[in-house]
C-alpha cells in the first residue's frame, strides 16, 4: 500500500478554519490544566520557602476539581484536533539545508515534543486518577516535568502558527482561504460546523461524566467520576487500613499518640485525647486524583497538643502514621497549617468515631490540604527543630 500524501486527504473538515477554534479551546483546557497542576505540585511538596495558604478552606478542592475537568476535557479535544491535522503529517518537506526546511524541521520537532507530551500528561492523569500505574516512574516528578515540556512546546507553537490562528479565526468557519490543496470544494454531510458543534457537545458529555467527583449534585450522572461518594461514614477510601498495613496497630488497647517536643514528650491514649476540649468544623478532603467531599470533623486542635509539650509559634511539624504500607507515611505539616485553629486531630467524622478506614484512632484535618497529606492513623506529632 503506497504512503498517502497530503494532498490524499480531500475532506473540508480538514482546515486550519476547524483545527484554529478547536486548538483555541484545547489551549484553554491545557493551560487551566497545567496551572492547577502547578498548585497542586506546590501544595504537596511541604518544603517551600512561600508556604501554602491555609484559606480559602475550599481551595485544593476547587484547583484539583479543575485539574481533573480540564484535564477531561482536553481529550476530544485532542483527539478532534490531531484527525483535523493529520494530513499536515504527510506534506513533502522542501529542500533540507534551506532556512525554509530548517524552519520546517523544528516545525515539527516542537509540534511532535507537544502531541507525545500531551498525550503522555492526558494518559498518565487519566490512571492517576483510577490509580491504576502501569508504569515503573514515580507519577509525580514525571507528570510535573512533561507539563513543562508540553506547555513550552504548545508557547511555541502558538508562536509559530500565530498569523494563520489569526486569518482562520478572523474568517468565516466556512471560507476555503487557509484550505490545503486537493481539498473538496463542497461535501455531503457533515458541516464544518457540525464537526464543531459535535466536538463541543462530546466535551460537555465528558466534562459531565467527571465532574461529579467534584461537584457532589452531579454524582448521579458523572458515569466516568472515579469516586462516587460512596465507602465508610459516606467518604471514598483511596487507602484501606489493610492495605496500608495499619490494621492491627489501629486497633491495639495500646496505642498512644505521642507528641514530642525536644527533650520534652507527652503521650496520650485515644481516650486521653477524646477528654481534651474537642472542636468542631466542616472541612473538605480533596485528593490529587480530583474528587472531593465535605465533611464534619470533631477533635482536637493540633496547636493545643503542641502546646503541651511549649512548641513555639510556627512550629513545622512531622507527622508520623502507624502505615507500614505506601507512601506518605511520614508528613511535614508547615507552621502555617499548624498554628491555623481549624487544624485538627480529628476522632470523630459527622458525629461518629472514625471507622478503621478512616484513620482510626486519629487523624489530621487541615485546611486547604491535599488529601495525601492529611495523614490518617497518626501516632506521633514531632516539632521539626
Known amino acids: 500500500m503506497p504512503i498517502p500524501r497530503e494532498s490524499s486527504f480531500t475532506s473540508r473538515l480538514r482546515t486550519p478554519a476547524v483545527s484554529a477554534r478547536i486548538g483555541r479551546w484545547l489551549g484553554i483546557a491545557f493551560t487551566i490544566a497545567f496551572l492547577t497542576g502547578l498548585v497542586s505540585h506546590w501544595a504537596q511538596a511541604q518544603t517551600w520557602w512561600i508556604p501554602y495558604p491555609t484559606a480559602p ?33 504527510f506534506q513533502a518537506m522542501p529542500k533540507p539545508f534551506s532556512r525554509e526546511g ?4 523544528l516545525e515539527r520537532g516542537s509540534i511532535a515534543v507537544l502531541v507525545a507530551a500531551a498525550i503522555f500528561q492526558l494518559a498518565s492523569g487519566l ?44 474568517s468565516d468557519v466556512e471560507d476555503d482561504a487557509l484550505n490545503r490543496p486537493g481539498t473538496q470544494a463542497t461535501s455531503a454531510g457533515l458541516t464544518r460546523r457540525g464537526l464543531l458543534r459535535t466536538t463541543w457537545v462530546a466535551t460537555g458529555v ?36 489493610e492495605a496500608a498495613g495499619a490494621t492491627d496497630a489501629a486497633q491495639d488497647p495500646a496505642f498512644r499518640l505521642t507528641i514530642a517536643h525536644g527533650d520534652r514528650t507527652v503521650e496520650l491514649s485515644r481516650d486521653d485525647l477524646a477528654a481534651l476540649p474537642q472542636q468542631t468544623r466542616t472541612l473538605p478532603i480533596a485528593c490529587v486524583e480530583g474528587w472531593s467531599a465535605s465533611a464534619t470533623w470533631t477533635g482536637v486542635p493540633v496547636r493545643d497538643l503542641l502546646d503541651l509539650v511549649d512548641a513555639p509559634a510556627s512550629s513545622d511539624i512531622s507527622v508520623q502514621s502507624l502505615q507500614t504500607r505506601g507512601a506518605f507515611a511520614r508528613t511535614t505539616l508547615q507552621g502555617s497549617f499548624s498554628d491555623d485553629p481549624d487544624t485538627l486531630l480529628a476522632l470523630q467524622v459527622d458525629g461518629e468515631d472514625l471507622d478503621l478506614d478512616h484513620g482510626f484512632p486519629c487523624r489530621l484535618i487541615a485546611p486547604n490540604r491535599p488529601g495525601v497529606l492529611q495523614t490518617k492513623w497518626v501516632h506521633r506529632l514531632e516539632v521539626i527543630a
Open 102 to 105: 530548517v524552519l520546517t524541521v
Open 206 to 241: 465528558a466534562v459531565l461524566a467527571t465532574a461529579g467527583a467534584t461537584v457532589t449534585p452531579l454524582r448521579r450522572i458523572s458515569l466516568l467520576a472515579v469516586r462516587n461518594g460512596k465507602g465508610p461514614q459516606g467518604l471514598p477510601v483511596n487507602r484501606s487500613a
Open 127 to 170: 490512571s492517576n486518577s483510577a490509580q491504576w500505574y502501569p508504569w515503573g516512574f514515580s507519577f509525580r516528578p514525571t507528570h510535573y516535568a512533561v507539563a513543562w515540556l508540553a506547555i513550552g512546546a504548545l508557547a511555541l507553537h502558538v508562536a509559530v502558527k500565530l498569523p494563520v490562528i489569526r486569518q482562520a479565526l478572523g
Open 57 to 89: 478552606s475550599w481551595g485544593y478542592r476547587l484547583t484539583q476539581g479543575l485539574h481533573l475537568v480540564s484535564g477531561t476535557a482536553c481529550v476530544p479535544l485532542l483527539l478532534v484536533k490531531l484527525w483535523t491535522v493529520f494530513p499536515k503529517l
